[in-house]
Structures are given as structure tokens and as C-alpha cells.
T-cell receptor, first 110, second 114 residues
Framework: GENVEQHPSTLSVQEGDSAVIKCTYS??????FPWYKQELGKGPQLIID?????GEKKDQRIAVTLNKTAKHFSLHITETQPEDSAVYFC?????????FGTGTRLKVLA | DAGVIQSPRHEVTEMGQEVTLRCKPI?????LFWYRQTMMRGLELLIY????????DSGMPEDRFSAKMPNASFSTLKIQPSEPRDSAVYFC????????????FGPGTRLTVL
């Protein structure tokens, strides 16, 4: 069936360093790829998204890249700060379905 | 707008009891989604509605689960009877354009079934 693989499951970085999270999807019909940040005790919140007709999108310290041929997309966070510590989920739209990755717990060490 | 509102935030009940979770989507959003989140299975889509009509309930685990959306501003997820394995965080989300649009999540209901 359709699935989204996300790596790594945990990631620790020093404050100021960059963090990269990668996802691979299986459904070639997927055309929308959002990234969500979930803080403890809260629901996931969209931080950035990209559509299939775009290869890269940037919003301040956050960027997402998409490689449709390889069916993978990545989240890049530069100049990480302690408040970036959270669980990050990627997602891909399958056929009539929104499939989430398994999540990456990011810890930014001060 | 206040965002997606869910109640209660926490629910503790005993096995066999009926549980009702409530959701108020963002005004104007035509799609409403119910998710369940557990450590083992991550985020699972249970059911979604478009214009108050259930479109896909294939994620509902068992007949013990049911969901309704009597109007555009209110939805319920009911579990009857509840079992310990139903313990999870249940999220409601809404969006304007379905699966190709941003989903806005509520704060979730943490359900514990003893």
C-alpha cells in the first residue's frame, strides 16, 4: 500500500547547526507535501509545504526540497534554536488520502 | 478565528463505558478529519467528512467507533464500548480544500481507558 518513510527517527544537533529530515513516498500520484511540527501536548502545526510543480521552497530558516523522480523530499532547518525542539512529521497526498511519516524527534542542544 | 476546538482535552474512563469526543472545525472549512495518534502506529486517519458527509471511514478500527457531523460547525467521535487499547490522543483537523490543502489540527483529546 501507499506509505511514507521518514528518517531519522531522532536527531540531536547543537544550537546553531543545521538539521535535515528526509522522507520517501511510494505513490507517484502524490502532489502535495506538507511538513508539520508537533510540540508536546499540542496538535501538529504546518510549518512549510511544497507542491509537485516546485523543486524547492524556503521560508526564513526553513526550506523544503522535492525530487519527484526519486520520490523523496527533505526538510532543512538552518541556525537551529532550542525552540525548534519538537517532533516533525512529513506527509504526502496519496489517492484520496493524507499519509504521514512516522515522525522525527529533533532535539536542539543549547 | 479560534482555530479547531476539541473537548474534552483529557478523558479517563473505564473499559466498557461510552466515550464521546467533540470537535468544532474552523468556520468555512469544508473538510473535517479525525485522527488517532499512538506511539506504535503514529498518526492514523480514522474518517473524514466533506460538507458534513462522511466520505471515507475505512480507517475506523471497529464497529465500536462511529462519527457524525450533524452540521458544519460540530462533529463527534464516539466509542462504545471503550477498551484499553483505544487509549490514544485523538485529533480533529479541518481544511478548506481537502487533501491538497493545509490541515489545521486541534489540540487533541487524550483518552485513557482503564
Amino acid at each position: 500500500g501507499e506509505n511514507v518513510e521518514q528518517h531519522p527517527s531522532t536527531l540531536s544537533v547543537q544550537e546553531g547547526d543545521s538539521a535535515v529530515i528526509k522522507c520517501t513516498y511510494s505513490d507517484s500520484a502524490s502532489n502535495y507535501f506538507p511538513w508539520y511540527k508537533q510540540e508536546l501536548g499540542k496538535g501538529p502545526q504546518l510549518i512549510i509545504d511544497i507542491r509537485s510543480n516546485v523543486g524547492e521552497k524556503k521560508d526564513q530558516r526553513i526550506a523544503v526540497t522535492l525530487n519527484k523522480t526519486a520520490k523523496h523530499f527533505s526538510l532543512h532547518i538552518t541556525e537551529t534554536q532550542p525552540e525548534d525542539s519538537a517532533v516533525y512529521f512529513c506527509a504526502a497526498t496519496g489517492t484520496y488520502k493524507y499519509i504521514f511519516g512516522t515522525g522525527t524527534r529533533l532535539k536542539v542542544l543549547a | 478565528d479560534a482555530g479547531v476546538i476539541q473537548s474534552p482535552r483529557h478523558e479517563v474512563t473505564e473499559m466498557g463505558q461510552e466515550v464521546t469526543l467533540r470537535c468544532k472545525p474552523i468556520s468555512g472549512h469544508d473538510y473535517l478529519f479525525w485522527y488517532r495518534q499512538t506511539m506504535m502506529r503514529g498518526l492514523e486517519l480514522l474518517i473524514y467528512f466533506n460538507n458534513n458527509v462522511p466520505i471515507d471511514d475505512s480507517g475506523m478500527p471497529e464497529d465500536r467507533f462511529s462519527a457524525k457531523m450533524p452540521n458544519a460547525s460540530f462533529s463527534t467521535l464516539k466509542i462504545q464500548p471503550s477498551e484499553p487499547r483505544d487509549s490514544a490522543v485523538y485529533f480533529c483537523a479541518s481544511s478548506l480544500g481537502g487533501f491538497t490543502d493545509t490541515q489545521y489540527f486541534g489540540p487533541g483529546t487524550r483518552l485513557t481507558v482503564l
